[in-house]
């Protein structure tokens, strides 16, 4: 089975600051990676998504995040944070294999940028 | 501009009513999704269509119900049955192939209470 653990549901960083989001997950299959974005009663938007071509994905908004395999992670940073980036934040990894495919989500990181 | 709208935004169910939710999407997607996002849940899947006049159970199929009879169209009803309604909607939709590898993208949400 597929699952998908973000470490905290809140994470708050000051404006400038580096943010972190952690995202760890389990496969039997490998797996596509994506990270998204919600705003305050919206729908949630792509930043990024891994598909094995690099380990290093980089997405909107100054975002990117990297692959790594042997601790099956993949942790969304950004070097420099601002006002606008606070969200909450889904990580989901996507399987495809063995007869059966599907997504899973993350239970989501509230971020809170501080001024 | 292609894009996936939700209607209404807001809706009120009142004990032992069946609502419906509005999902339509002009991308020529083949997939379409629903979803139940929770407060500190993340998504859980209720149904999929990967083609007209077909679809799937999710996780959470219980107390609603789909149909497909147009490729840019996916209502979702909110069945008497479900007895804990109150949530926000989140209608999303793919290229279709493998669940697990394509971008899913989403529409704004509804936001269903009860009264």
Same mark, same amino acid.
């Given at each position: 089975?597929?699952?998908?653990? &973000?470490?905290?549901?809140? *994470?708050?960083?000051?404006?400038?600051? +580096? *943010? +972190? +989001?952690?995202?760890? !997950?389990?496969?039997? *299959?490998?797996? $596509?990676?994506?990270? !998204? *974005? &919600? $705003?305050?009663?919206?729908? +949630?938007?792509?930043?990024?998504? $891994?598909?094995?071509?690099?380990?290093?994905?980089k997405g909107i908004n100054g975002f990117e995040a990297e692959f790594k395999k042997s601790e099956t992670s993949f942790h969304l940073t950004k070097p420099s944070a601002h006002m606008s980036d606070a969200a909450e934040y889904f990580c989901a990894v996507g399987y495809s294999g063995g007869g059966a495919d599907g997504l899973t989500f993350g239970k989501g990181t509230h971020l809170i940028i501080q001024p | 501009d292609g894009g996936i709208t939700q209607s209404p935004k807001y809706?009120?169910?009142?004990?032992?009513? =069946?609502?419906?939710?509005?999902?339509?999407?002009?991308? =020529?997607?083949?997939?379409?999704?629903?979803?139940?996002?929770?407060?500190?849940q993340g998504l859980r899947l209720i149904y999929y269509s990967q083609i007209v006049n077909d679809f799937q159970k999710g996780d959470i199929a219980e107390g609603y119900s789909v149909s497909r009879e147009k490729k840019e169209s996916f209502p979702l009803t909110v069945t008497s049955a479900q007895k804990n309604p109150t949530a926000f909607y989140l209608c999303a939709s793919s290229r279709g192939g493998a669940r697990g590898r394509e971008t899913q993208y989403f529409g704004p949400g509804t936001r269903l209470l009860v009264l």
């Open positions: 089975a597929q699952s998908v653990t &973000q470490l905290g549901s809140h *994470v708050s960083v000051s404006e400038g600051a +580096l *943010v +972190l +989001l952690r995202c760890n !997950y389990s496969s039997s *299959v490998p797996p $596509y990676l994506f990270w !998204y *974005v &919600q $705003y305050p009663n919206q729908g +949630l938007q792509l930043l990024l998504k $891994y598909t094995s071509a690099a380990t290093l994905v | 809706l009120f169910r009142k004990e032992g009513q =069946n609502v419906t939710l509005s999902c339509e999407q002009n991308l =020529n997607h083949d997939a379409m999704y629903w979803y139940r996002q929770d407060p500190g």
